[in-house]
Nanobody, 117 residues
Framework: QVQLKESGGGLVQAGGSLRLSCAASGGTFSTYVIAWFRQAPGTEREFVSS???????NYQDSVKGRFTISRDNAKNTVYLQMNSLKPEDTAVYYC???????????WGQGTQVTVSS
């Protein structure tokens, strides 16, 4: 059973930066695909970015060039560096994990990111 815990959220002004962390325990972290999703009030949860065990990355179009996902398998941690933040990035950010070719079935509790204009 994999447990995920997010940290690093907070309040930042537009144009600022935050780095989110997702720490994992249990399971074989280095083989998992890890992703970040986000959910703003009144909206569906949406995909933000993912990184495979080979460090192949994917991004939602709206965050390309601003967000960078990375992983440190020695620390069982994935990071999401968020730069040039916009008010529309405001949401609860969730970390999720899955085995390749399956669905995301491990989720963290989320961390709030608020970007003020």
């Amino acid at each position: 059973q994999v447990q995920l815990k997010e940290s690093g959220g907070g309040l930042v002004q537009a144009g600022g930066s935050l780095r989110l962390s997702c720490a994992a325990s249990g399971g074989t972290f280095s083989t998992y695909v890890i992703a970040w999703f986000r959910q703003a009030p009144g909206t569906e949860r949406e995909f933000v970015s993912s990184i495979s065990w080979k460090s192949i990355t994917n991004y939602q179009d709206s965050v390309k060039g601003r967000f960078t996902i990375s992983r440190d398998n020695a620390k069982n941690t994935v990071y999401l560096q968020m730069n040039s933040l916009k008010p529309e990035d405001t949401a609860v950010y969730y970390c999720a994990a899955k085995d390749p070719h399956t669905t995301y079935n491990y989720w963290g509790q989320g961390t709030q990111v608020t970007v003020s204009s």
